[in-house]
Each structure stands twice: as C-alpha cells, then as structure tokens.
C-alpha cells in the first residue's frame, strides 16, 4: 500500500512562492513515476508536473518556468517550488504516484496512488 502525505501549501499573495512536500510511504529511488496535480472549485483536475525514475520532468504548459518538481530518494520525498503564483493557481494539489513503471508516459491527473492534498491559496 503506498500512502502519500502532501504539505506545505497555504496563502500568499501574487508573486508569492510555496514549495510544496510529499513524502511517501515508499522507497521513490525504485521503479516510479511521481508528479504533482490540482484541481480548483468547480474544475475538473488539471495535470501539474511529473518526473520519472532518472530525474526527467515534464510540466504543463501554464506552470512551466514557474514551478519546479524534484526528488529527495534518500527522504522518500517529492517536492513542488511555486514561484511568481497567480490567484489562477489557487486549487487544492495533489501529489500521485504510479509504480508500474520507471518512466511517465504522459502528464496525468489519474495516478493510481495519491495523497489527501494540501490547499494552496493566491490572493492579488
């Protein structure tokens, strides 16, 4: 059973930074896919991040050159660097995880495993 527990998120104001943590109940260094999705009120659950068992990442188009994903494997943590949040980036967000495979083959919001989410909040 893998179990995720998310924190870090909270309020800021446009411009503001959070760096958001996951730290799972399993050894990440293994055969993983992890990333990182959010989902607003009234929205449907937009995909955010992702990086794979060799470091590689990919992120969304709205997030790019403002959001970093990374890995701690000796911590068993994922993490998520907000930089320069827009009140459009508001939405509870989630990390996911996918153990059938060293690679992420697509960004996804559908991970088979994922945590209770941490709320992230940006006011102008």
């Known amino acids: 059973q893998v179990q995720l527990v998310e924190s870090g998120g909270g309020s800021v104001h446009t411009g503001g930074s959070l760096r958001l943590s996951c730290e799972a109940s399993?050894?990440?260094?293994?055969?993983?896919?992890m990333g990182w999705f959010r989902q607003a009120p009234g929205k449907e659950r937009e995909a955010v991040a992702d990086i794979d068992n060799r470091g590689t990442t990919r992120y969304a188009d709205s997030v790019k050159g403002r959001f970093t994903i990374s890995k701690d494997n000796a911590k068993d943590t994922l993490y998520l660097q907000m930089n320069s949040l827009e009140p459009e980036d508001t939405a509870m967000y989630y990390c996911?995880?996918?153990?059938?495979?060293?690679?992420?083959?697509?960004?996804?919001?559908?991970?088979?495993?994922r945590g209770q989410g941490t709320q992230v909040t940006v006011s102008s």
């Open positions: 399993i050894d990440i260094y293994r055969r993983i896919c």
């Open positions: 996911g995880a996918d153990t059938s495979s060293n690679y992420c083959s697509r960004l996804r919001a559908d991970y088979p495993h």
